[in-house]
């Protein structure tokens, strides 16, 4: 067990993602003053949860959280003047929600939760399932692009499809637009063999309802949350 300051949103920040904020309230100025602080003794990580029940801002205004998050290290921060500052932050490893820290003595929740291994499932499984959901990632990317061709939208510029199987499997938000569930999902997935399968069924799932609607797709945007 490790004791990590939290950050809970209405989102689901993946390993490997980037992730924009604004953040304003006190008591997250404070968390981000003292990450900053001690960066010297060590990384400036804390943890993303998503919010099962509940808002982002006020006080007790978080209900209850998934039991799932993800690490994020502090990359960029900008002060954007009146305690107000933007910042950067990208997806590190998984952990699982333990009880409060009521020892940690900060303004914002501090958290003793438990850091994720990222077994990989059935070696002979990987690479099938791997070649399938790029395939799949590749198809749906060309129709989206169709769409926009049709709608005159120049579109923003496309992401890389990761060779690596792990991360291919945690890429697939960044090629489809997925709700928080979906996302929660992948990122509580066991192994990457298991996120493999349900990114491919994600995938497969929103290419079909777009040919079924006639819809017209998107690159997903990052989430961009002022709390």
């Excluded at 959280?65 to 994020?72: E, M, N, P």
């Excluded at 107000?84 to 900060?106: K, P, Q, W």
């Excluded at 890389?160 to 997925?178: G, H, N, T």
Aim: glycine share 8%.
């Amino acid at each position: 067990m490790a004791s990590l300051p939290l950050f809970p949103l209405g989102a689901v920040l993946l390993p490997g993602a980037r992730l924009p904020l604004q953040v304003f309230e006190p008591r997250y100025v404070a968390l981000l003053r003292d990450l900053i602080a001690a960066q010297d003794e060590h990384s400036p990580v804390f943890g993303i949860i998503a919010i099962r029940e509940g808002n982002e801002v006020g006080e007790g205004a978080v209900r209850s959280l998934y039991d799932v998050g993800c690490g994020a290290l502090l990359t960029h921060v900008a002060a954007l003047g009146g305690q107000r500052f933007f910042v950067i932050v990208e997806g590190t490893d998984r952990f699982r929600l333990g009880t409060v820290d009521r020892t940690a003595g900060t303004r914002y929740t501090t958290a003793q939760v438990s850091w994720l291994d990222e077994p990989d499932g059935d070696p002979a499984a990987i690479a099938p399932l791997a070649g399938r959901l790029r395939a799949e990632l590749e198809a749906f990317r060309e129709l989206a692009r169709v769409a926009q061709q049709r709608a005159g939208d120049p579109g923003a510029g496309e992401v890389v499809i990761p060779q690596v199987p792990r991360a291919l499997a945690y890429a697939v938000p960044l090629i489809v637009s997925l709700d928080l569930a979906d996302r929660q999902r992948l990122l509580e997935c066991p192994d990457t063999e298991s996120r493999l399968r349900l990114g491919l069924e994600l995938t497969h799932r929103e290419r079909e309802l777009a040919h079924a609607l006639g819809a017209t797709l998107k690159a997903p945007q990052s989430p961009f949350d002022l709390s």
